[in-house]
């Protein structure tokens, strides 16, 4: 009788790809693969009611694991085909996964536009402050100061938060968590999933061979720590001045509001259009 | 080892006392070392600290006795490789 967990990997996992993955030891893709099957699993759907599409670099990487309808498209656009999907067969439950300098660089146009379309998608990006895969270079959530190979000297550019930009561009779900609180990312990938709307997870996490190395941030498990240590709750951020939230990491559900469905309009101006009788 | 049986041995005294949802649980902690790459996680975030190395550096559980379940390590896990399982009782004398 195998445990919840193996039954999960047994189910979910696309045992003749190899493994163990590609990602290098400790790094937080593979926590957050393991959130997302316990979302899933959680949820009870079904594998072929489940499309996932990534982008390129190190989290574009995770679909081709697992056993869903997956798409592993180009640099950028996982958002792209995943509004396609959705337009084409609104009844799937549609989730972009993406890292950071896949979503807010490359791809920000398109993820700033979806946010505000309010396309009935999920969007989980993996934030780790660097371009992994490429060698390092920084990557628009890079802080201020930081080393990596394209800023040898300290980075002279200043980061953005991806959850407060989802936020502004008028997601409806936006949520944020770290790798270290694994069973937070699981309820809070459940929810976005179930929310009606864009719901944006922005998940925090460790890169400690290109990035921690180079700012002596020590590797995965001391990064973690931090994780732990830096992060505080929406419910108790509330109650700390700005100063005291200083380098700390909010965590929760930052944004939870209703706000009309585009692919549920779409319908409607199509049955408008329809009584309306004109012959365009 | 010794410390540990010390320890569960308050709970023994109480198990006939207290109803049985009060009686001590065991769990077994499995390693799969093919897809471990011994990053050290399991080791580092064990609240009982009960994950030791071998001599080439992959996990192994030192005392299962005292795992307490909380599935830490396996949730934590980024290569799938843990797996806690409740004990089940042995049928037979070389059950592992």
């Given at each position: 009788m195998p445990t919840p967990a193996q039954a999960i990997r047994h189910e979910y996992l696309r045992h003749n790809k190899k493994f163990p993955h590609v990602w290098c030891p400790g790094c937080g893709n593979g926590i957050v693969m393991?959130?997302?099957?316990?979302?899933?699993?959680?949820?009870?759907?079904?594998?072929?009611?489940?499309?996932?599409?990534?982008?390129?670099?190190?989290?574009?990487r995770m679909p081709t694991y697992l056993d869903f309808n997956t798409l592993h498209t180009t640099h950028g656009r996982a958002l792209t085909f995943a509004?396609?999907?959705?337009?084409?067969?609104p009844a799937l439950n549609v989730v972009a996964i993406?890292?950071?300098?896949?979503?807010?660089?490359?791809?920000?146009?398109?993820?700033?536009?979806?946010?505000?379309?309010?396309?009935?998608?999920?969007?989980?990006?993996?934030?780790?402050?660097?371009?992994?895969?490429?060698?390092?270079q920084y990557s628009p959530t890079t802080p201020f100061g930081a080393i990596s190979t394209t800023s040898v000297y300290?980075?002279?550019?200043?980061?953005?938060?991806?959850?407060?930009?989802?936020?502004?561009?008028?997601a409806s779900f936006v949520a944020r968590s770290t790798v270290y609180h694994a069973d937070l990312i699981d309820r809070l990938i459940e929810q976005a999933m179930q929310k009606r709307g864009f719901a944006v997870?922005?998940?925090?996490?460790?890169?400690?061979?290109?990035?921690?190395?180079?700012?002596?941030?020590?590797?995965?498990?001391?990064?973690?720590?931090?994780?732990?240590?830096?992060?505080v709750t929406v419910s108790r951020a509330e109650k700390l001045s700005p100063e005291e939230l200083e380098g700390k990491t909010t965590i929760g559900v930052l944004v939870d509001r209703e706000l009309p469905v585009s692919t549920e309009e779409y319908k409607k101006v199509r049955r408008r259009a329809h009584e309306s009788g004109d012959k365009v | 080892?010794?410390?540990?049986?010390?320890?569960?041995?308050?709970?023994?005294?109480?198990?006939?006392?207290?109803?049985?949802?009060?009686?001590?649980?065991?769990?077994?902690?499995?390693?799969?070392?093919?897809?471990?790459?011994?990053?050290g996680i399991c080791m580092a975030f064990c609240p009982q600290k009960i994950i030791g190395t071998d001599s080439k550096g992959r996990p192994v559980i030192e005392d299962a006795d005292r795992c307490v379940g909380c599935r830490f390590c396996e949730i934590h896990c980024p290569d799938f490789a843990i797996t806690v399982s409740d004990r089940k009782p042995k049928r037979r004398i070389n059950d592992v």
């Open positions: 393991g959130a997302l099957l316990r979302a899933i699993h959680h949820l009870e759907l079904s594998k072929d009611e489940v499309v996932l599409t990534s982008g390129i670099g190190c989290s574009g509004t396609g999907v959705k337009l084409a067969n993406m890292g950071d300098g896949d979503a807010t660089a490359i791809g920000g146009n398109h993820f700033i536009h979806a946010a505000r379309r309010n396309l009935n998608l999920t969007a989980i990006i993996i934030n780790n402050s660097i371009y992994g895969m490429t060698g390092g300290g980075h002279i550019e200043h980061a953005f938060s991806i959850a407060e930009l989802a936020v502004t561009a008028g997870v922005e998940v925090i996490s460790n890169c400690h061979v290109q990035y921690g190395r180079r700012n002596k941030l020590g590797g995965a498990v001391d990064m973690l720590k931090q994780f732990k240590e830096q992060a | 080892m010794g410390k540990a049986t010390k320890k569960s041995e308050p709970v023994t005294d109480t198990k006939d006392k207290t109803p049985s949802s009060r009686k001590k649980k065991y769990f077994d902690v499995s390693f799969y070392h093919d897809w471990c790459k011994s990053c």
